[in-house]
């Protein structure tokens, strides 16, 4: 018997398929099995099932019912993810990486920083003569981009409500409006750090015990900073969360130290890069409607192609 026969005969080939639930009948009948039902079911060391009341979906959470929720399977045979880019990137990202598809039939692919492919394991191909092995340019390039709201057909394992990839429709206008935005929106923070007006919002939440940390994910908070970019404006308000940011995020040995305007800047543009998509959404980057937007209007940069051809077949 050759060497690869031997490692074929006790290799875990196609490993990314044997997930524990398959299907809504699978999650059904294993929940059905929990001792306490308001504790859920393990289904794997991480994950846990989860129904609630005057409700037939079967939910999948993380660690516990207070957990991050993964998604939901339904009676007809569908599972949907529900959890936001940036809640899976804040509290459960790694773990779905390395073992979603342990415990049900996807597959997580990191591919930036809160942007996410996901598959249905059935849809991944393999290459290799002597062994198989997993089509990983797949999931990296051809793959389902993550949004809450994700649907999957669990019987076919296709993609119900698939978006065209971000990075295939960019509007070169609104990408420069927004890269410009952005320019004189940082080199005024740097202006005010300059000038000292950074150290009186200091002194104050530092005085304040009471203080709250700003939930950048937010839709408050993501419409103040792109009316922020957008105006080149800088409301105290803001400022007050860069801050109170910047101060939460030290390590314990420095939480004395005083806060330099360094890690303030640091902690804008920290913040601009971790929520850049949902800012270039605002700004119309994407071909797409943006959240601005509203209703069901097309893009601003498409009405304008659209003008603009116009003119050019009037003009002809």
């Not at 960019?170 to 007006?197: E, H, Q, T």
């Amino acid at each position: 018997m050759s060497f690869n026969d031997l490692a074929n005969q006790h290799s875990t080939s196609r490993w990314w398929q044997r997930a524990k639930v398959r299907s809504y009948a699978d999650a059904l009948a294993l929940y059905k099995k929990a001792r306490n039902p308001a504790k859920g079911k393990p289904v794997t060391s991480w994950s846990r099932l989860y129904m609630r009341q005057d409700d037939t979906n079967v939910y999948v959470h993380v660690q516990s019912e207070g957990g991050p929720c993964v998604g939901y399977f339904s009676p007809d045979n569908k599972f949907t993810f529900v959890s936001s880019e940036h809640d899976i990137r804040q509290m459960c990202a790694p773990t779905l990486a390395s073992s979603l598809y342990r415990a049900i039939p996807f597959m997580w692919q990191r591919v930036g920083l809160a942007r996410y492919r996901v598959e249905h394991t059935g849809n991944i191909g393999t290459f290799g003569d002597d062994r198989l092995y997993m089509d990983w340019r797949h999931m990296r390039s051809k793959a389902p981009e993550y949004f809450a709201g994700l649907s999957f057909d669990l019987t076919t394992g296709q993609c119900l409500n698939r978006r065209p990839d971000i990075s295939d429709s960019i509007s070169p206008d609104n990408r420069k409006v927004w890269l410009r935005s952005l320019r004189k929106f940082k080199y005024g923070m740097k202006a005010r750090g300059r000038v000292g007006i950074f150290a009186t919002v200091i002194n104050d939440i530092s005085k304040d015990t009471k203080r709250q940390i700003p939930d950048w994910a937010h839709e408050d908070w993501q419409n103040l900073l792109y009316t922020s970019i957008k105006e080149t404006e800088f409301p105290l308000e803001l400022m007050r969360g860069f801050i109170a940011t910047a101060m939460h995020n030290r390590t314990w040995v420095r939480r004395n130290d005083p806060l330099s305007t360094t890690e303030i800047l640091d902690m804008v543009d920290a913040v601009c890069k971790t929520y850049s998509i949902d800012l270039r959404r605002r700004f119309g980057v994407f071909d797409e409607v943006s959240n601005v937007q509203g209703g069901d209007e097309v893009s601003r940069h498409k009405v304008e192609r659209h003008q603009e051809s116009q003119g050019a077949q009037m003009a002809v």
